[in-house]
DNA sequence: GTCTATAGCCTGATAGAC
DNA sequence: GTCTATCAGGCTATAGAC
């Protein structure tokens, strides 16, 4: 008796056909420049079978969105107070360059909303976002009144982290048109480690 | 006689409230978020007259581009090869956090654009900028090896600079978001004056 | 579950009176 | 130069057959 596949696996195939292919359109294209039918053709279904699976384009996503913003949240959220100082955040930096590098669509896609206001996502960016990062700016705080990086502005030092290693992703294509053959991904680990050891490493 | 005022005046007053209008709304909304009636209505006008000024929608989009990037470009103009190095560096790095204060809604426009794999504008980055960024590449280039500065990446130095600069603009309402009352431009100079000493001061 | 067809809305751009 | 009215096309979303 050999069963049918399972609907819910259908389902849960399609269901994440459609989001990779809504990653792909809304991160190049924002959200009023996606269409629907852009993502359905992408998903291979058609519009209508599409919004069987999802109420709406802007459901889409809003599911998109918060499925992201957990891993993107995550190299934060490991930040060990029990490690070292300096080699916490230089893994911290390397973690999130190699997001830029392997998951360059959610940084984009990210970036689109942010750039245009978080119209959709500002009450994360002021609920959980901030939270974090008032905790971990108390952390880094702490390690700097050990003595055990430079003293500087805690929250600056963490924009600082999210924009230097996002522009690789964000600004991919400038980055690579200004490059040529290099890969820019070559040389910024080294580029970045060196920049926040400078910066950090204490000198009394 | 009196003359009447001169229809050129006229033209010209209210292509410049559309241009500015514009600029307001296609940095928040990027282009295909935009319609030509918020556009003529943050102008004072009505849709029909201002397709009177500007044939379509894409003509103002790439009037508003072209005039932006002259102003963009200027700080990374004015590095001079005659001036101290480190000193002349860190003067860019003023000049461009001073612009992210002035004009975020320039920053945010060209954001919007390159995050999205600048569709509009690729042909200009890659004539206009690239050949402004190999001149002063080789620039950097020859300041470290003249050991005035430290040796680094030069063109990963200038993405940083953008990078860090441009992040007060275009991620604006998260910064602000998560300072609070702080003003973000209050400690930003100093933390970005103080990054770029301890990484380009000399130390052999 | 998936399709074709289409409703209903919005948008860029034009026509034509004043 | 500026308006009202409107067209033509594209869009989200739904209806209804299979």
């Given at each position: 008796m ?16 459609i ?13 009023r ?34 499925g ?8 934060l ?11 916490e ?18 940084s ?26 008032e ?23 963490l924009?600082?982290?999210?924009s ?37 490493t204490?000198?009394?």
């Amino acid at each position: 008796m050999t069963k049918a596949p399972s609907p819910t696996r259908i389902q849960k195939k399609n269901r994440a056909a459609i989001l990779e292919a809504a990653l792909e359109v809304f991160s190049t294209h924002g959200f009023r420049g996606t269409t629907v039918d852009q993502i359905a053709t992408e998903a291979g279904l058609s519009k209508p079978n599409l919004l069987y699976y999802f109420p709406s384009k802007e459901a889409i996503f809003n599911e998109l969105m918060s499925g992201l913003l957990d891993t993107w949240l995550d190299p934060l959220r490991s930040l060990d107070p029990d490690g070292d100082p300096l080699q916490e955040i230089l893994s911290y930096v390397e973690r999130k360059l190699q997001m830029s590098r392997d998951f360059p669509r959610e940084s984009r896609l990210y970036a689109n909303e942010i750039v245009q206001g978080a119209p959709r996502m500002l009450d994360t960016i002021s609920n959980d976002l901030k939270s974090l990062v008032e905790e971990k700016s108390a952390l880094l705080d702490s390690w700097m009144a050990a003595g055990k990086i430079n003293r500087t502005h805690p929250k600056h030092l963490l924009f600082s982290i999210w924009s230097l290693t996002q522009h690789y992703a964000d600004f991919d294509v400038q980055v690579r048109t200004l490059m040529g053959d290099e890969d820019p991904f070559d040389a910024a680990p080294d580029y970045l480690e060196t920049l926040y050891r400078r910066m950090l490493t204490p000198r009394n």
